[in-house]
């Protein structure tokens, strides 16, 4: 900065007078880049449109730059442009003897940003449906915002517990919507969201693989993916937030924490599941109003057969000793 500096005031004497003024002037503030990024979304349209308007440049073009400069992140996340967090649900390292179907359940953040090249990309994977779990009134339950945030600051496991049980009090018809494409629906690959792809996805997808029979460590594992597959769209959804309410705002790390997905939350979920709602299969019962044939022909459409293993047979001598 000291020779930078010393380059600009051999040029004018303007700078050489206003010291303080050329400092800040070659600085790199995030506030600048934070307003510059509302700037070209607010009065420009987009980057998309603003590459359009000012660089003559075609969908096609832009599609191609991504094509040629995104790196993905590594499996179970696939890469569709303008949706975050999107992965497949078919890893079950812990469960051998119950394998998902591959190719078959997605999972994300709202499809609301996708782009042509990302309804491209879903067609390529012969995704036709795309599932909403969020109820109508999802979004919007009345409480108080500060509060619910001193929460997850000061107590963010029990803040999850809570939202979570609460999720599942309220949200069965949206989580029916999933259960019943899976149902009628084999071998028709899904997009499963809600906003953020980690809180009501989080749940539909714990409850659908505790039905197939998946050990818990791999579904608190596939649920903590989240916390890596939105760590990119972290500082848009914290402008998103803090847009909303000031209570945003004031309280950053409450809000880092309601955007986390810690592995200890799903884990206190998965027990709240088995011990206040009787299991997922009676959840599905009583909240979903679905039966034991509709969840067999959920298991028959989803899992593939893995052989089991035989039993150990022993000599006769063996026996013996």
């Given at each position: ?70 790196q993905p992140l590594p499996p179970p996340f696939v890469f569709i442009d303008g949706v975050d967090n999107v ?17 078959i359940i997605y999972r994300g953040a709202d499809t609301v940003g996708i782009t042509q090249y990302g309804k ?202």
């Amino acid at each position: 900065m000291p020779s930078m500096m010393a380059g600009f005031e051999d040029r004018n004497q303007a700078y050489k007078d206003n010291p303080e003024g050329l400092k800040n002037f070659l600085g790199a503030f995030p506030e600048t880049m934070a307003a510059t990024l509302v700037l070209i979304r607010e009065v420009f349209g987009g980057a998309e449109n603003y590459c359009k308007e000012y660089m003559g440049l075609e969908i096609a073009d832009i599609d191609k730059i991504r094509q040629n400069v995104l790196q993905p992140l590594p499996p179970p996340f696939v890469f569709i442009d303008g949706v975050d967090n999107v992965r497949t649900v078919d890893v079950s390292a812990r469960s051998p003897f119950v394998k998902v179907k591959p190719g078959i359940i997605y999972r994300g953040a709202d499809t609301v940003g996708i782009t042509q090249y990302g309804k491209g990309q879903l067609f390529e994977r012969r995704i036709e449906t795309i599932v909403d779990v969020r109820l109508e009134d999802g979004s919007d339950d009345g409480s108080d915002v500060a509060e619910t945030l001193e929460v997850y600051e000061k107590h963010p496991l029990q803040a999850f517990i809570q939202a979570y049980a609460e999720t599942l009090h309220t949200n069965g018809e949206g989580f029916k919507r999933f259960f019943t494409y899976l149902r009628d629906n084999p071998d028709k690959p899904v997009l499963v969201h809600c906003s953020a792809g980690k809180d009501r996805t989080g749940i539909a997808i714990a409850l659908l693989l505790m039905v197939l029979g998946i050990q818990y460590d791999d579904i608190i594992a596939d649920y903590a993916l989240s916390g890596v597959g939105l760590q990119s769209a972290m500082p848009r959804l914290i402008e998103e937030f803090e847009a909303r309410d000031v209570a945003y705002q004031n309280n950053p790390k409450g809000l880092t924490n309601f955007l986390s997905a810690p592995p200890e939350a799903m884990a206190a979920t998965l027990v709240l599941i088995r011990e206040k709602f009787g299991g997922a299969e009676n959840y599905c019962k009583e909240y979903m109003q679905l039966g034991s044939k509709d969840m067999e022909k959920i298991r028959q459409n989803l899992c593939l057969k893995v052989p089991q293993p035989r039993p150990t047979k022993f000599s006769r001598s063996h026996n013996a000793m």
